[in-house]
Nanobody
Framework: QVQLVESGGGVVQAGGSLRLSCVAS????????MAWYRQAPGNQRELVAA???????NYADSVKGRFTISRDNSKSTVYLQMNNLKPDDTAVYYC???????WGQGTQVTVSS
């Protein structure tokens, strides 16, 4: 099992930015397909951004043009840069190694209006 630890959440005003980080354990990070999910109170967990098996990226329609997923294999870290944040982005954000049950503990993002 791969351990995932997220950080970077916080409280920000609408229009602001945050960068989330997720550090993974293990020696084979460069081969992991990584993704970010979020879950708001009362809602199901939803996919926000992900790397595909071909190395490209895809995004939920609600965050396209505002969020960017990236990775640094030398640091075993995946990032989520979030710009122009909106109150609807308020949620707990989780990183995930795709097609596994490897999840981080989550980091809270709160966007005030």
């Amino acid at each position: 099992q791969v351990q995932l630890v997220e950080s970077g959440g916080g409280v920000v005003q609408a229009g602001g930015s945050l960068r989330l980080s997720c550090v993974a354990s293990g020696r084979f990070f460069r081969w992991y397909r990584m993704a970010w999910y979020r879950q708001a109170p009362g809602n199901q967990r939803e996919l926000v951004a992900a790397f595909t098996s071909g190395g490209s990226t895809n995004y939920a329609d609600s965050v396209k043009g505002r969020f960017t997923i990236s990775r640094d294999n030398s640091k075993s870290t995946v990032y989520l840069q979030m710009n122009n944040l909106k109150p609807d982005d308020t949620a707990v954000y989780y990183c995930n190694r795709r097609d596994t049950e490897d999840w981080g503990q989550g980091t809270q993002v709160t966007v005030s209006s």
